[in-house]
Structure formats: C-alpha cells, structure tokens
C-alpha cells in the first residue's frame, strides 16, 4: 500500500523559505506521477507541482513557477517541495499525492489516487 507522509511545514515571514518534504513508500507500480498540491483556507486543493516517476514530464502551477521546485531522493524514497519567496497566499495546507499522469495536476482533487495527511505553511505578511 502507498502511503504517503508530509513534514516540513511552519510558519514562516513573506519572502522566506521553507521545504516540505514527502516520504514515499508502498509504491508497485512503475509509472505513476507524484508531486503537491495547497489548499488554502476555505478553498479546493489545487495542483502545485507534480513530477512523473521518469522525471520526464513536469506540471508547475502558474502561481509559483519561478518560486518553487520539488526534487527527490530515490535512494531515500524522498520527494521535496523547495518554496521560495513565499506570499501570505502560499498559506495552507500542503499534501504530497499520486496520480496516474502528471497532467491531471492541472485538476485539482479529481485524479489523485493517493494523499498524505497534509503539513501546514503559514505565511505571514
């Protein structure tokens, strides 16, 4: 069984860093995408990054290409977000997921297949 363990997370001033970190394990099948999604307070949780286990293909939200990235360690199962100078709007709850295809990132909840329990960002103006 995948599961999925986010930490990372914290309160942090406007213009700062943080790095959430996505502990990945359970996986059976070679070709799935992984990445994050936020969920701002009151709002659907919305696609962040997401990254196909090739690396081939890449999904990156508008609202932070430029600002965050995400990386992985497949020796240590570990997959990243690096969150760079961050807005009062970066704050929320972030998750690690899987899906079948980077693409469907773009969606929102509606493809995930798999959550992790969600790590805290606040950011303060």
């Known amino acids: 069984e995948v599961q999925l363990v986010e930490s990372g997370g914290g309160l942090v001033q406007a213009g700062g860093s943080l790095r959430l970190s996505c502990a990945a394990s359970?996986?059976?099948?070679?070709?799935?995408?992984i990445g994050w999604f936020h969920q701002a307070p009151g709002q659907e949780r919305e696609g962040v990054l997401c990254i196909s286990d090739s690396a081939r293909s890449e999904y990156v939200a508008d609202s932070v290409k430029g600002r965050f990235s995400m990386s992985s360690d497949n020796a240590k199962n570990m997959v990243y977000l690096q969150m760079n100078s961050l807005k009062p709007e970066d704050t929320g709850v972030y998750y690690c997921?899987?899906?079948?295809?980077?693409?469907?990132?773009?969606?929102?909840?509606?493809?995930?297949?798999?959550w992790g329990q969600g790590t805290q960002v606040t950011v303060s103006a």
């Open positions: 997921a899987t899906l079948a295809e980077t693409w469907r990132c773009a969606y929102g909840s509606k493809y995930v297949e798999r």
């Open positions: 359970g996986f059976t099948d070679d070709d799935y995408a």
